[in-house]
C-alpha cells in the first residue's frame, strides 16, 4: 500500500485551510486531494469519529463497462461529480469471488472464495464491515451478499440488513434484522427502500455508517421492471469481436461457442432496461443524501462485480480473460474529501483497491493484510492479476486460467486445475494454452499472437518476463 501519511486525509478534515496552504499532493486528474504531514494539529477521538465520512457502496451484478448510457444519472453524479476509473477492473470475473475480494481486498487465491459454492471460506473478521464496525460505524447490507447465502443467516458484522435469497428480480424473499418474508414488487425497488431507511437514520443516529447495497441487475435472466420492460435502447452495431470470423487461434472451448451476434445485442437490451432502475435507485439515494444534509462527506463507490460477454468470440457469459468480462464500471465521489470534480483517473485499478481506500478514508489501519491500494494516495502499478478458477464438478469450461493484465497487454495461462469440494485447487497445474494480445492494437482481442508464434518472437514480445511476474502473482 505504500508508507501512511500521519493523520492522512482526517488531518485535512480537520485544517483544511492550513492544509491549502501548504500545498500537499493530489491525486493524478483530480481536484486537490490534500495529506497533511505531521505538522497537523492532533485531533481528538471523538472529533475524529465525527469526521470520518459515511462509505455507500453500490455493487451491480454481471455489469459490463460498456452498458453507461443507462446509468445517466449515476453518471453525472459519480462520474461528472466525482472520478471514473478508466481502467476498472474486476480480480476475478465470478460473483462470489469478486465480492469476496471487495470486502477482504484480496485476491482470491488469498481470500480462498475460488468459487460460487465457496463463500464459507471468507474470514468475515477480515472485513472491511468488521474492521468499520470495530471503528463505531453503524453498518447496513441491502441485496445480494454472497451467492447461496442462507436466507436464516444475518450477514456478519451488519446490525441493520435485509438480505436477498435467493437472488431474483420480483417478488424477492428477504431476511429484514431476522424476520425472513416474500415481498411482492420488484427487487430493486426493494432494495432501494431498505437502504434509503438506512441512511435516514443518519439525522438521529450520530455514528458514521457503511452502506452495502447490491441490487440483483444486471443479471440474467435480465428482468426488467414494467415501467421499463419496452423502453428504447440505442441501437447498437455490435462489436468485431462478436463477429469474429476465425477462432482457430483461441482455446478449444471457444473454437466451439456458436452465441450470435443477434442473441448479444438482445442481451445488451435487456440488461440496460435492468440498470435503468439501479439508475432510478442511485437517484433517490443521493437525494436522500442531500435531503439530510449527508451528501458531502459520504465516500460514494460504485462498480461492477465482473463484467459480462455480449457473443465476443462467440461467448454469452463471464468467467473469461477477455476485456468484457474483466473490465467493470467504477465511480467514486467524495466532495469533503476533495474528489467531486469530475475526472478520469487513468490508473490501473480493481475491486480489490476498495476495502484499502474505504479504510483510509476512514482512518483505520487494517489489521489483516491487503492486496488493494489506497486510491485516495498516489501511485499506480503497472500490471494486475486476473484469477478463475473451474469448480471441479462443473462440466463447463473455461479451466482455470490467470492473466498478466497492463494497460496495452494481456498474457494469459489456462491451467490443468480445478477447485475440489472444499475449495481448494487440484491438478496437475500444467500450462494447457496461452494468449497474447496487444490491447492497442488489438483492442478486441482477435488475434492471438502467441498462435505459431517462434521462441524468438514471443521473447521480443516479453513473454517469458511477463509469464515469470505472473507466476510470481498467483503466489503472493
Not at 451484478?61 to 452498458?67: L, M, N, R
Not at 496487444?438 to 514480445?461: F, T
Request: hydrophobic share 35%; aromatic share 10%; net charge positive.
Amino acid at each position: 500500500m505504500g508508507a501512511r501519511v500521519q493523520l492522512g486525509r482526517r488531518g485535512f478534515l480537520a485544517g483544511a485551510t492550513a492544509a491549502a496552504a501548504v500545498g500537499a499532493g493530489c491525486m493524478p486528474g483530480s481536484r486537490q486531494l490534500l495529506e497533511v504531514q505531521a505538522e497537523a494539529r492532533p485531533i481528538q477521538e471523538e472529533e475524529r469519529a465525527a469526521k470520518r465520512p459515511n462509505v455507500l457502496l453500490i455493487v451491480t451484478d454481471d455489469h459490463p463497462k460498456h452498458a453507461a448510457w443507462a446509468l445517466r444519472k449515476t453518471r453525472k453524479w459519480l462520474a461528472k461529480g466525482g472520478v471514473e476509473y478508466v481502467h476498472g477492473h474486476t480480480t476475478t470475473p465470478l460473483c462470489a469471488p469478486a465480492r469476496a475480494s471487495i470486502f477482504s481486498g484480496r485476491y482470491a487465491h488469498n481470500h480462498g472464495v475460488r468459487d460460487n459454492h465457496q463463500k464459507l471460506l471468507l474470514d468475515q473478521d477480515a472485513t472491511i464491515q468488521r474492521h468499520l464496525r470495530d471503528a463505531g460505524y453503524r453498518n447496513g447490507m441491502f441485496g445480494k451478499f454472497l451467492n447461496e447465502w442462507r436466507i436464516a443467516s444475518p450477514p456478519e458484522h451488519f446490525e441493520d440488513f435485509a438480505v436477498l435469497s435467493p437472488v431474483g428480480y420480483v417478488d424477492g424473499r428477504f431476511n429484514h434484522n431476522g424476520k425472513v418474508a416474500k415481498l411482492p414488487g420488484y427487487t430493486t425497488h426493494r432494495i432501494r427502500d431498505f437502504a434509503r431507511d438506512f441512511i435516514r437514520k443518519g439525522e438521529t443516529d450520530s455514528r458514521p455508517w457503511f452502506a452495502y447495497v447490491a441490487p440483483y441487475a444486471s443479471h440474467a435472466p435480465f428482468t426488467p421492471e414494467e415501467r421499463y420492460e419496452n423502453a428504447r435502447v440505442p441501437a447498437w452495431s455490435g462489436r468485431p469481436s462478436m463477429s469474429e470470423a476465425d477462432q482457430r487461434d483461441k482455446p478449444a472451448y471457444l473454437r466451439e461457442a456458436d452465441v450470435s451476434k443477434t442473441r448479444g445485442q438482445t442481451i445488451r437490451r435487456q440488461q440496460m432496461r435492468t440498470l435503468m432502475s439501479v439508475d432510478d435507485m442511485v437517484q433517490a439515494l443521493r437525494d436522500e443524501l442531500k435531503a439530510t444534509g449527508q451528501l458531502d462527506n459520504t465516500l460514494v463507490i460504485f462498480i461492477g462485480d465482473n463484467g459480462f460477454l455480449w457473443a465476443d468470440h462467440g461467448w454469452a457469459r463471464k468467467s473469461v480473460p477477455y476485456r468484457p468480462a474483466i473490465e467493470v464500471p467504477f465511480y467514486l465521489s467524495w466532495p469533503t474529501g476533495g474528489l467531486a470534480s469530475g475526472t478520469k483517473d487513468r490508473r490501473l485499478v480493481a475491486n480489490i483497491d476498495i476495502s484499502a481506500t474505504v479504510l483510509d478514508a476512514a482512518g483505520i489501519r487494517p489489521r489483516t493484510p491487503q492486496d488493494g491500494r489506497s486510491l485516495l494516495r498516489r501511485g499506480s502499478r503497472d500490471h494486475l492479476l486476473v484469477e478463475f478458477w473451474r469448480r471441479g464438478v462443473d462440466p463447463r469450461l473455461p479451466h482455470s486460467w490467470a492473466s498478466y493484465v497492463t494497460k496495452t497487454e494481456q498474457y494469459t495461462e489456462y491451467y490443468d486445475l480445478r477447485t475440489d469440494a472444499s475449495g481448494k485447487p487440484v491438478g496437475s497445474g500444467k500450462v494447457l494454452f496461452r494468449e497474447y494480445y496487444d490491447l492497442v492494437k488489438d483492442p478486441y482481442q482477435l488475434v492471438n499472437k502467441l498462435h505459431e508464434a517462434s521462441r524468438a518472437q514471443e521473447k521480443a514480445w516479453g513473454i517469458p518476463a511477463m509469464a515469470s511476474r505472473l507466476s510470481a502473482s498467483r503466489t503472493v
